[in-house]
């Protein structure tokens, strides 16, 4: 157990800010798979850029890398395009 008051509310704060990420991460993977199911161009080009500014919130905030980020846009996109 932590000794100092400082480290005590790292130890807070890292909780907090974990619960915080992996609800984000959760949200912005199920926004994916959601758009990835669909099968209606129109749809799926109308939940692409809700999902980019997912992806690149994820990448800002250093959840995700930012080549990971990149790739999943881009994969995204082509996907939206062959539709």
Same mark, same amino acid.
């Given at each position: 157990m932590a000794n100092h008051k400082s480290a005590l509310?790292?130890?807070?704060?890292?909780e907090k800010?974990?619960?915080l990420n992996r609800y984000q991460h959760k949200t912005t993977r199920n926004a994916i798979k959601a758009l990835r199911m669909s099968t209606v161009k129109s749809d799926a080009?109308? !939940? *692409?850029?809700g999902?980019? @500014?997912?992806?690149?919130?994820?990448a800002?905030?250093?959840i995700i890398h930012d080549n990971k980020a990149s790739n999943l846009k881009s !994969? *995204?996109?082509?996907?939206? @395009?062959?539709l």
């Open positions: 509310k790292r130890i807070r704060s890292n800010k974990r619960v080009a109308s !939940k *692409l850029s999902v980019i @500014s997912m992806i690149d919130r994820l800002k905030k250093n !994969k *995204l996109t082509k996907y939206v @395009s062959k």
